[in-house]
């Protein structure tokens, strides 16, 4: 339950002076910030005007009562129109906005809920509308299950609000993901297209990812203490040990080829000092989830768009045409060419207190489209300095499938130092096995050999 709210003062100022020279009768939007449950408290970051709507309608009017002139003098018509006049929100364009938006917050930065600008009256009577607006937004900008079922509803009148300062200490994480997928049988399992088995990799990497620990400037985090100093910190996660899906893939004899998932991903979040230590790298890892989970509900909304031939990286090797089908629909285990595809790579872009949001762009994409995502959805210019526009993923992460026998090959010729472990180990016990085999049979021979000599040694005296 958060029972206050602290507003970064000079985005919210820029956001209440916007609203004051606006001619519109009434305005909603988007609350970006954060909601911390352990300390009762949220905090705001800006407030993001929804744009109009594909029609070219605003997301929000104001809808007057009719008037009678026949009944009513003026003095009376106009207290009327003021105490029964309603807002009218297109909820779903409201929704999809927060959706779209969720996709650029970097590290424990969400959309949290949303404003409206209107007047004490139709504010008042419009409450079953911003209940279902609330709850729209809640459900369309969440991505993990953990995310709190909570949404701020901020109503902005005509007359000026009192905001707090507040300062952010910056974290940030790069890795190297490696993830290695099986893909099993039809008769085994369902027909697993190539998205299926991707959110079922996430899915498990989650789980590992909860566990592991964190080093902060070379510091092993330990305990739940505050940040004592600013500036950027450098964070390091260390996953647990956990089986290598490339062994696991080719001792089933139901896995036909794997889907290797590889690239470098970076990530960032932001702590105010009433935070500690450990919402940071709960934030950081929530945002690699997000960020991953993301890049896939991209790839899925440009297959949806298009359902023709999709050009975005995926290819099947030796062959010159793309596939016909889009990438969410690609049945695995019925293809028969090995399959690449390019994630789109994340790039970002400074916001506020030196903080960041964050945008995806296609292989094929230039920032030039950042720059329009921005003032689409954020109402906010993008600088035109490349140069503080930070590409830190220096390796798109890429999804590529290997059929059975291209994985167990270089499998077997080399492998990393674990693995040429084992296989040194299974190499000693076969060969043991292998020289006690030939062993045996020399003695068999010997004691053969010894009894057909002396069965012969017999018959000679004899005879």
Request: proline fraction near 4%; charge should be negative.
């Amino acid at each position: 339950m958060v029972k206050a709210v602290v507003g970064e003062e000079s985005q919210l100022q820029l956001a209440e002076d916007r609203l004051s020279r606006s001619s519109e009768p009434a305005q909603v939007g988007l609350v970006i910030g954060k909601l911390n449950s352990a300390l009762d408290r949220g905090f705001v970051f800006d407030l993001v005007p929804t744009p109009q709507n594909d029609a070219g309608q605003p997301a929000c009017s104001v809808l007057e009562p009719a008037k009678d002139n026949k009944k009513k003098g003026s003095k009376s018509k106009s207290q009327t129109s003021d105490s029964s006049s309603n807002l009218v929100i297109d909820k779903d364009w409201v929704a999809e906005h927060a959706r779209q938006v969720s996709r650029m917050m970097v590290g424990g930065i969400k959309v949290v809920g949303i404003y409206v600008w209107a007047s004490e009256a139709a504010f008042k009577n419009s409450t079953m509308v911003l209940c279902q607006t609330v709850k729209g937004v809640a459900e369309a900008a969440s991505t993990l299950e953990d995310d709190l079922d909570v949404g701020l509803l901020i109503h902005i009148c005509y007359s000026p609000r009192s905001i707090k300062s507040m300062s952010l200490v910056i974290f940030e994480q790069q890795r190297y993901m490696l993830l290695r997928l099986p893909i099993y049988q039809e008769k085994t399992s369902k027909s697993e297209t190539l998205v299926d088995v991707l959110c079922n990799g996430i899915s498990n990497y989650v789980k590992e990812l909860r566990g592991a620990k964190a080093v902060i400037d070379g510091n092993l985090v330990v305990n739940d203490e505050a940040c004592t100093t600013g500036g950027l910190h450098e964070v390091e996660l260390l996953l647990p040990f956990m089986k290598d899906m490339y062994i696991e893939a080719c001792s089933q004899k139901d896995v036909v080829g794997v889907v290797n998932f590889t690239g470098s991903l970076c990530s960032f979040s932001f702590l105010n000092s009433k935070e500690p230590i450990s919402q940071a790298v709960a934030d950081i890892k929530d945002d690699i989830i997000r960020s991953l989970r993301s890049r896939l509900d991209i790839i899925c909304d440009e297959a949806d768009e298009d359902p023709g031939p999709i050009d975005n990286g995926i290819k099947e090797a030796g062959n010159d045409l793309a596939s016909e089908k889009p990438v969410s629909q690609l049945v695995l285990h019925s293809l028969r060419k090995n399959c690449n595809l390019s994630l789109p790579r994340r790039v970002f872009v400074p916001w506020l207190a030196g903080t960041y949001i964050c945008d995806y762009l296609q292989p094929s994409e230039t920032l030039e489209v950042l720059k329009d995502h921005c003032v689409e959805l954020m109402s906010m210019e993008a600088p035109n300095d490349a140069s503080k526009i930070l590409e830190p993923e220096e390796e798109a992460i890429r999804v590529s499938t290997r059929s059975f026998w291209d994985v167990v090959i270089p499998y077997c010729s080399t492998s990393s130092s674990t693995q040429e472990k084992n296989i040194e180990i299974t190499g000693k016990e076969n060969s043991q096995k292998t020289s006690k085999s030939p062993s045996l049979y020399f003695v068999a021979a010997v004691i053969i050999l010894l009894l057909s000599v002396l069965v012969g040694f017999v018959f000679v005296r004899k005879s």
